[in-house]
């Protein structure tokens, strides 16, 4: 039904950590209601719609069933669209809407000092749109969410794989944004692990 719309930012397979497993990743969905700025025309139709995620900030949390991974995530989505107007003009509408997951680890074992946001990796499967009219966008982001607890002193984390032929210091990736990224960005920036 909506076949037409291109989707931007789902993460390909050679972009995962090798670390990422069944066992040490959580999956979910997170559904999102959007709505055009009023300031902005009526939608005709829906031209793209772009994705990305930014993991602000994580913190360990001791529970009943054992360590938990705590994470604040800002979904960045991008939308261009066809205006209902006569002169049918491209228009787009951006949001950045937060919501947190948590993570369950496998091991009773953690290090405190080993986390921060360069430890976890996430990773969008899938865009799922569900409807829309002139005002009103539904949508669902399936995503994955893969931890790296070191267990030791080694307290590098996950850094995305760059494109070809591309300078990764100044790589901005629509599929996942790397860890250098976040140094020179204000919005989305935490200060990396550091060792003892």
């Known amino acids: 039904m909506f076949d037409n719309i291109s989707i931007t930012g789902i993460t390909p397979l050679d972009y995962y950590p090798d670390k990422c497993t069944i066992t040490n990743c959580k999956q979910n969905i997170e559904s999102i209601s959007l709505c055009i700025p009023c300031q902005k025309p009526d939608m005709e139709s829906i031209n793209e719609i ?11 949390l001791n529970t009943i069933l054992g360590p938990k991974i705590l994470a604040n995530i800002t979904s960045k989505i991008k939308v261009i669209y066809t205006a209902k107007n006569p002169e049918q003009s491209l228009h787009s509408a951006h949001w950045d809407i937060n919501f947190c997951d948590f993570i369950l680890l496998e091991t009773p074992y953690y290090d405190k000092r080993n986390l921060c946001t360069s430890n976890l990796f996430i990773g969008l499967e899938d865009v799922c749109i569900l409807g829309y009219d002139e ?24 850094v995305c794989k760059p494109e070809p032929n591309t300078n990764s210091k100044n790589l901005k990736n629509t599929y996942y944004y790397p860890v250098d990224y976040y140094e020179n960005s204000s919005c989305c920036y935490q200060k990396p692990c550091k060792s003892d």
């Open 135 to 158: 005002r009103y966008i539904e949508l669902s982001l399936l995503y994955i969410l893969c931890p790296n607890i070191n267990m030791s002193n080694n307290t590098k984390g996950y």
């Open 50 to 60: 772009k994705v990305s995620f930014c993991i602000n900030s994580c913190k360990l």
